[in-house]
């Protein structure tokens, strides 16, 4: 079957959903490849290097359409591609198929097989495939670039001849996959960093990421993102009203505010309004990334860039990841390469719409003449974090009743324990001579000193293998102590070399081990 890639028709995009390498790995899969001419010129890949790629170079779309068995794009098809479909055909691209009713109904007509790469669920063995979150990492990436182009200062704090530069500040609000990279980029150059976000989960994330989690004081359970899809859910009018307060707190402060907040198939909610705007100081930078449902400032102007009365400038551009056409490009083919190499199990150049299969049947949107949107939910779910257990603090009074209790018991245990070694000393000393019993006493009091000596050690320093020949070794150390005072030579020397070699083993010990606790400190 040959596979082939349209140039993108839409004004501006300049991604391309084949490249010369991804071609490569669709032909070890048994494909032949084809591209329009000229579709990977504005990503940076010539006609020349697929050429050499082994992919043909096909002039004009409607040649390319009617060669190809399989079709793959970025953006959605507009009217004149939707008429190059026939029976059969396979498009895998955008499709956007909770908007487009028209475009679904049109394939269904023709027959053809539509894979919408939006809709691909977002479970572990999908991810490979994944393209919204390939394309919102470099969204959120880019966004910061953008930001820094547009504000008049550094990011990182700097201390210099000519004066102090303090660092910048910067709120990300939704710390989905845009977000994340938008935090990873912030604070790889130095700008304080604060990101907002609805769904608890996502705390701990944004903080080993470096930056400040800003909680509400509000008490509302939020819906863990893993069972809504990943994303966040509709939060309640309180929660609402409490949220767009901490936001009007923090606007005075911030330097940069770059937004992401998205539900599917539902409008931006309206996250910065007119009054935050206002608020802000002149040189600020807003980066709208949900400008093309509308945007989460009340202000953004869809695809263009302006600047507020109070000198606030306002980005919202929708083609951020298209602005890295290269990078894009790249990830989103191989998102592409992954979804057929589950299309075509056997690798011999044949695609298997497996309906069975959670990835395939999430992702198409029509199949064999019938509309399959919406899709069922997986079978095998994203398994939602249970709530963390509260622990009930105690009061005074029970903390100083459980208190009294342990020790009541460990003084139990330790009389008990004292009284049955007396019983047994004195049952050992009725009926064992003399002699017997001086060394007997002379071992006791070994392990016990030996004891004490290991249990007061540092417990970094108590590795396995070191308690226990510690513990030994110190034993040999005092029973030797206790017979150098021998009148035989041959007990002087025998006692000597054993507090000399336990000692090294000992000593060494320690050395040793605090050189491997040293590989893991930072110092």
Known sequence: MKFGVPKEVFEGEARVALTPESAKQL?????????????????GFSDKAYAEAGVEVIEGAKALWDACDIVAKVRQPDETEMGYLREGQTLISFFN??????????ANETGANVIAMEMVPRISRAQKM??????????????????????????????TAAGKVPPAKVLIVGAGVAGLAAIGTSTSLGAITYAFDVRPE????VESMGAEFVYLDFKEEQQDGAATGGYASVSSPEFREAQLAK???????????????????????????????????????????????????????????????????IIGYTDFPSRM????????????????????????????????????????????????????PPK????????????????????????????????????????????????????????FMQHFIVFVLSVFIGFQV???????????????TNAISSIIILGALMQIGSGSWLVILLAALSVFMAGINIFGGFLVTRRMLAMFQKS
Request: with cysteine.
């Open 202 to 205: 996502v705390a701990e994330q």
């Open 325 to 376: 056409a290269t990078q894009a490009s790249t990830l989103y083919a191989t998102n592409i390469r992954h979804m057929m190499s589950d299309l075509t199990p056997e690798k011999d150049g044949k695609l298997v719409h497996n309906m069975e299969d959670d990835v395939i049947r999430g992702a198409t949107v029509t199949y064999d003449h019938a509309i399959t949107f919406p899709p069922p």
């Open 27 to 43: 032909q070890k899969l048994g494909y032949d490849c084809a591209i329009e001419a000229g579709a990977g010129a504005a990503a």
């Open 454 to 468: 290991i249990w007061n050690v540092s417990h970094s320093l108590h590795t396995p293998l070191m308690a226990v």
């Open 247 to 313: 936001f009007r707190e923090l606007a005075p402060e911030m330097d940069i505010v770059i937004t992401t907040a998205l539900i599917p198939n539902r409008e931006a909610p309206e996250l910065w309004t007119e009054d935050m705007v206002a608020a802000m100081k002149t040189g600020s930078v807003i980066v709208d990334l949900a400008a093309e449902k509308g945007g989460n400032c009340k202000l953004t102007v869809k695809d263009e860039k302006i600047v507020t009365e109070n000198g606030v400038t």
């Open 130 to 159: 994944d393209a919204l979150s390939s394309m919102a990492n470099i969204a959120g990436y880019r966004a910061v670039i953008e930001a820094g182009n547009n504000f008049g200062r550094f990011f990182t704090g700097q201390v």
């Open 380 to 435: 095998v779910a994203a398994i939602a974090a249970k709530p963390k257990e509260k622990v009930k603090e105690l009061t005074p009074e029970e903390k100083r009743a459980a208190e009294v209790a342990a020790f009541k018991k460990q003084t139990r245990n330790q009389v008990t324990l004292i009284a049955v070694g007396a019983i047994l000393l004195l049952g050992v000393g009725l009926v064992a001579p003399a002699s």
């Open 97 to 106: 198929p909770g908007g487009n009713a028209e475009g679904m109904e049109k």
